[in-house]
């Protein structure tokens, strides 16, 4: 039995698409998209890292994990 599960890439387009006018910051996204992905998938680690587009001439870049690395958690 496998132990890996795979997102088809058409499909994550497609349920990426119905957040793009959700009104969350892109902290909370990260998170959201970061707990459904681990949810279906029974992941036992997870990365979600979101670029957000230039405003102004900032971009920012948000990342997500779970588990946290153990020299991050509090």
């Known amino acids: 039995e496998p132990r890996f599960t795979t ?3 058409k499909s994550l387009k497609l349920w990426l698409w119905h ?4 009104g969350i910051f892109c902290e909370d996204l ?3 998209i970061l ?3 681990m949810t279906v998938t029974n992941a036992f680690r997870c990365a ?3 670029t957000q587009a230039s405003r102004g ?3 920012i870049q948000v990342v997500a994990v779970d588990p946290l690395p153990e020299h991050l958690r509090k």
């Open 30 to 32: 990260a998170q959201e």
């Open 35 to 37: 707990h459904e992905v």
């Open 19 to 22: 957040y793009r006018n959700k």
């Open 57 to 59: 001439g900032i971009e």
């Open 48 to 50: 979600v890292t979101i």
């Open 7 to 9: 997102i088809e890439s």
